[in-house]
């Protein structure tokens, strides 16, 4: 008998991909895929516009832009409005910093920080936590739901004094709204 010989194929080995070699990995989000700058992503049917043969009449082009500014400025004035309908109703507390802010009115408490934002009606909230911290200048307001969920946001003052003034201001707001809930 005569033995032949098998030829095995090389066995090529993907490697592996972890935190522990990519401190950026996530688990279920792929990263960016490399392109040579030859081939364009595909745009969704209906986002673009198909070119016209003929350009745009200076006409059509001045109405266009007056309709934009028309919406804006209603807009701008709707906000106004609401803002000034919000202010003249009852106590107000509004604190900000450079990256963090909280609105208490007769609608609600409105937390944001950079660009995320959230907003809970009065009948949403279980709680409203104030906390001053002992050194330091971050003062820290946490709002609590009925589902056992808290929302904690810090806004950084520019000096210490102003955590009296808050207390105050957040008290008023809580007795005018809170209570009637």
């Not at 104030?130 to 000096?159: L, M």
Request: hydrophobic fraction near 35%; glycine fraction near 6%.
């Amino acid at each position: 008998m005569k033995a032949e010989s098998v030829k095995a194929e090389p066995v090529k080995v993907e490697p592996v991909m972890g935190a522990g070699f990519d401190p950026a990995f996530v688990p279920g989000i792929t990263g960016p895929t490399p392109t040579d700058g030859v081939t364009k992503s595909p745009e969704p049917k209906g986002a673009q516009e198909p070119p016209s043969a003929e350009p745009a009449s200076p006409e059509r082009v001045d109405a266009d832009e007056a309709g934009a500014e028309a919406v804006t400025d209603a807009d701008a004035e709707d906000v106004a409005d609401a803002d000034a309908e919000d202010k003249a109703d009852g106590p107000v507390f509004e604190a900000s910093d450079r990256r963090a802010r909280i609105v208490a009115d007769r609608k609600g408490v409105r937390l944001s920080l950079d660009e995320e934002a959230c907003e809970f009606r009065w009948d949403e909230i279980a709680a409203v936590e104030t906390e001053s911290p002992r050194f330091g200048k971050r003062y820290t307001i946490t709002v609590h739901t009925p589902d056992r969920r808290w929302y904690p946001i810090e806004i950084e003052a520019a000096a210490r004094a102003r955590f009296k003034e808050w207390d105050e201001q957040i008290d008023a707001v809580l007795d005018a709204y809170f209570e009637e809930a």
